[in-house]
T-cell receptor
Framework: GAGVSQTPSNKVTEKGKYVELRCDPISGHTALYWYRQSLGQGPEFLIYFQGTGAADDSGLPNDRFFAVRPEGSVSTLKIQRTERGDSAVYLC?????????????FGPGTRLLVL | QKEVEQNSGPLSVPEGAIASLNCTYSDRGSQSFFWYRQYSGKSPELIMFIYSNGDKEDGRFTAQLNKASQYVSLLIRDSQPSDSATYLCAVNSYQAGTALIFGKGTTLSVSS
């Protein structure tokens, strides 16, 4: 596609529920990143995929968060037992190869609200 | 703890003026530096990147990097109301892998 796409654009859920957020990177980009942005803050790194594998998951806050990228393209971020503190905009970005200093292109984000 | 610091602002300038946005970083191993612009409710979009000490110009934008002082700035000449947005500074270092470490952003308001 022309850019990074994310679905849904908005998600409202209740505390304790499970949610899945989807990211479709720019075609041909092997590197995919998930970030989380809370109000008034900059994006915070969660996880980085190189191809199908999670090359760096050091930013995941706890084991309720999990992400997959089974075919090396689309990725799904999964959050179990959601908490109100998980409310944020979840941003996905992709870059061509994941090289140092490479430009990351961001999708429009999914705005998650946990009630 | 790798940190990127920005003055949150708001920074207010009149139309046509120069806006100066500043950023400091704590990780001396930082190699690549990025400025992203984020309009309210939208995702970040890349404005400029800089890797080497000195200045880099692109149209109305100039990025300045001083690795010895761990300081990077963005100058916007002839500021326009459409430049009103939050500007995010991001750095990348070998220690951090390929993840970007972002500052909180500086909100710029350009009045007409």
């Amino acid at each position: 596609g022309a850019g990074v796409s994310q679905t849904p654009s908005n998600k409202v859920t209740e505390k304790g529920k499970y949610v899945e957020l989807r990211c479709d990177p720019i075609s041909g980009h092997t590197a995919l990143y998930w970030y989380r942005q809370s109000l008034g803050q900059g994006p915070e790194f969660l996880i980085y995929f190189q191809g199908t594998g999670a090359a760096d998951d050091s930013g995941l806050p706890n084991d309720r968060f999990f992400a997959v990228r089974p075919e090396g393209s689309v990725s799904t971020l999964k959050i179990q037992r959601t908490e109100r503190g998980d409310s944020a905009v979840y941003l996905c970005a992709s870059s061509l190869t994941g090289g140092q200093g490479e430009t990351q292109y961001f999708g429009p984000g999914t705005r998650l609200l946990v009630l | 703890q790798k940190e990127v610091e920005q003055n949150s602002g708001p920074l207010s300038v009149p139309e046509g003026a120069i806006a100066s946005l500043n950023c400091t970083y704590s990780d001396r191993g930082s190699q690549s530096f990025f400025w992203y612009r984020q309009y309210s409710g939208k995702s970040p979009e890349l404005i400029m990147f800089i890797y080497s000490n000195g200045d880099k110009e692109d149209g109305r934008f100039t990025a300045q990097l001083n690795k010895a002082s761990q300081y990077v700035s963005l100058l916007i000449r002839d500021s326009q109301p459409s430049d009103s947005a939050t500007y995010l500074c991001a750095v990348n270092s070998y220690q951090a892998g390929t993840a970007l470490i972002f500052g909180k952003g500086t909100t710029l308001s350009v009045s007409s």
